[in-house]
């Protein structure tokens, strides 16, 4: 198996070099304090339990400090936990970086932006296309560095552009096999549907959500930026309306967080596209780290499911 804390199983000693991503205060039943610690390298992340915390420990312990950890991986409840055996922040002359910590899309940069670059000059509609290489040439650096969330998929260095590439890429065989979906627009759609994370989310290392996303969230705001960006560039007309409606019911379902459900065919098809991408991102990262013959974790955000991986390869 390969190393880091997204390999560990159960049993297996850890003495290493962590991340901490968040760190919560809580109170056990016998009245002490601890901390719940949530620990990261480059390969994954793990629960682990500070007990009998003292307040120079919640001073120590916080969100983007490295520290050198040992303990055992255990399971509670069906997930893998770290019990602590000793810990300590890390010094000048440990010679770790928090970079060396956060996990990076497996494409480069370079390629993503060619990606994203390839799909525009694809376009042939005059008015998407001027709005989407607007907000791409307004937003490239962060748009190439983010993550798509702060859990479950894409939650990585590059992840976003690494989400939008893949759901191009995806929506470039289904124009093949169904070609009377408009391209532009559903080009269009997948580039600029999460690009409200931007300002959702807080960055790259520790990730968290703004106040602004938490007040309104990334499909408002993306909805009301289309419309600044179309008056701006002086583009009226349908496109701009339907655009944002790609935007605004791209989560499919109201208990989803869609404002509207998908009510023309390419936001369907973005819905569906944007499932299947975050859903396989998920599960090849989840299988990636378990032998033949064994299921993952449960996984949350895919119905508390834990996942087989067959014995057999395929030829």
Do not use: C
Request: charge should be negative; avoid cysteine; glycine fraction near 6%.
């Amino acid at each position: 198996m390969k190393n880091g804390i997204g390999f560990a199983g159960v049993g297996d000693a850890i003495d290493d070099f962590m991340l901490i991503k968040e760190a919560t205060k809580g109170v056990a039943s016998n009245g002490k304090p601890f901390l719940t610690l949530i620990l990261r390298d480059a390969t994954g992340e793990i629960e682990a339990k500070l007990w009998d915390a003292k307040k120079e420990d919640e001073a120590l312990f916080v969100p983007e400090q490295i520290v050198k950890i040992s303990g055992e991986v255990n399971q509670f409840r069906g997930r893998s936990q770290l019990k602590i055996m000793a810990v300590r922040p890390a010094q000048p002359t440990d010679d770790v970086y928090i970079s060396d910590f956060v996990e990076k899309a497996p494409v480069e940069k370079s390629v993503l932006a060619d990606k994203l670059t390839e799909a525009i000059f694809e376009m042939k509609n005059p008015a998407l296309q001027r709005m989407v290489r607007a907000f791409i040439k307004k937003y490239q650096e962060d748009l190439l560095t983010y993550p798509a969330a702060t859990k479950n998929h894409h939650e990585y260095v590059s992840g976003l552009a690494h989400h939008i590439v893949s759901m191009l890429a995806i929506a470039k065989e289904l124009h093949i096999l169904y070609p009377e979906l408009n391209k532009d627009l559903l080009y269009s759609g997948i580039i600029l549907h999460d690009l409200g994370k931007l300002k959702e989310l807080s960055g790259v290392v520790t990730t968290t959500y703004t106040t602004e996303g938490k007040l309104l969230g990334h499909i408002p705001m993306m909805v009301e930026e289309i419309g600044l960006m179309a008056k701006e560039l002086q583009i009226e007309g349908e496109e701009v309306v339907i655009l944002q409606h790609l935007v605004l019911s791209h989560h499919g379902k109201a208990e989803w967080g869609s404002p509207k459900p998908p009510m023309v065919r390419e936001a369907e098809i973005l819905h569906l596209i944007d499932l299947m991408d975050a859903k396989m991102n998920m599960l090849n990262r989840a299988l990636d780290k378990v032998k033949p013959g064994e299921f993952t974790e449960r996984m949350f955000a895919m119905d508390n499911r834990a996942f087989y991986k067959p014995l057999f390869e395929e030829n």
